[in-house]
C-alpha cells in the first residue's frame, strides 16, 4: 500500500495509542487470551480502516491485502469494553485487526 509503512517499520500501538494497547490486554486477559494479551503489547499500526466513518477508528496490525476474505485459520474475538465495541480478527493466532467502533476519539 502507498504511504503505509511496512510491517517491521511500521509504529507500534502502545506508542500511539497506549491506552488502547492497554486496554485490549486487560480485556484480553479477562476474557483468557492469554497468549493475545502478550502479542497485543508488540502490535503494529500498518493503517487504518479507511471507511470514513466518525464511529470507526478500526486498525490494520498486519500487512494483508484489502477487501480480502480471512479464510481458514480466522476467528473473531470479541471483547468486552466499558463503551462502544472492540472485536479483534485473528489468523492462525495473530492479531491483524482491530475493529474500534462506537467509542470517543482518543485522547
Known amino acids: 500500500?502507498?504511504?503505509e509503512p511496512r510491517q517491521d517499520e511500521a509504529p507500534l500501538l502502545r506508542d500511539l495509542r497506549p491506552a488502547l494497547c492497554a486496554e485490549l490486554i486487560e480485556l484480553l486477559e479477562a476474557e483468557g487470551e492469554y497468549w493475545l494479551a502478550v502479542c497485543a503489547?508488540?502490535?503494529?499500526?500498518?493503517?487504518?480502516c479507511g471507511?470514513?466513518?466518525?464511529?470507526?477508528?478500526?486498525?490494520?496490525?498486519?500487512d494483508l491485502p484489502p477487501d480480502v476474505p480471512f479464510g481458514p485459520g480466522h476467528r473473531?474475538?470479541?471483547?468486552?469494553?466499558?463503551e462502544g465495541m472492540v472485536i479483534l480478527d485473528v489468523v492462525d493466532?495473530?492479531?491483524?485487526y482491530v475493529e474500534v467502533l462506537d467509542r470517543p476519539p482518543p485522547r
Open 1 to 3: 500500500m502507498e504511504g
Open 41 to 48: 503489547w508488540d502490535l503494529r499500526v500498518v493503517g487504518e
Open 51 to 62: 471507511c470514513g466513518g466518525d464511529f470507526c477508528q478500526s486498525l490494520r496490525t498486519e
Open 76 to 82: 473473531c474475538v470479541p471483547l468486552d469494553p466499558e
Open 93 to 96: 493466532g495473530r492479531i491483524v
